[in-house]
């Protein structure tokens, strides 16, 4: 009888392939959390930025414009519970104060880093909301002015409804070039 050679693999050959899986898989796996915690991180700060500028809003809608210099409070919001601080600074215009939002995670005992901040303004020296809105395709001028804002590159203005592009007069060179 002739013997057949031996087919397959070698108990030594299975296992190291093995072993090349469970690395392979256990890497992916590294991956894969740090994808779902790096998600949830920014799923969180979001919502925390979203809660610092309703704050905010909360602030600038208030009838009642304390001079306080802070305030705390907790919210549900998103299923989850959170808690701010909310910081009135001074500026150096009188009439204007800014506010700093800060947004944790939790109850209000517990400390750390916050997951969000936002910053505002309120008072008088501010505009109305809209009140900026300037058609910066006519070019901008001051209010009655008549002219279109345009000037050519001596400084003197175009006249009203000119189209086209300005135009500079340049004089003669008045001594020769030299090589």
Known sequence: MIARPARGFTLV?????????????AALMTAVSGTARASGYLRDKAQAQWIALNRI????MSVQKSVQTNDTGELDFANRHWHYDTRYFDTSITTMRRIVVRVWSGA???KGNPVAEATGFIGTALSTPGGSNIDWTQGSTAPGSGTTGATNT????LAPGATGTPTTTVAPRQTPITP
């Open 108 to 110: 209000a005992d517990a």
């Open 57 to 60: 809003v909360e602030v600038r």
């Open 13 to 25: 050959e299975v296992l190291v392939a093995l072993m090349i899986v469970a690395m392979g898989l």
């Open 154 to 157: 001596t400084g003197t203005p």
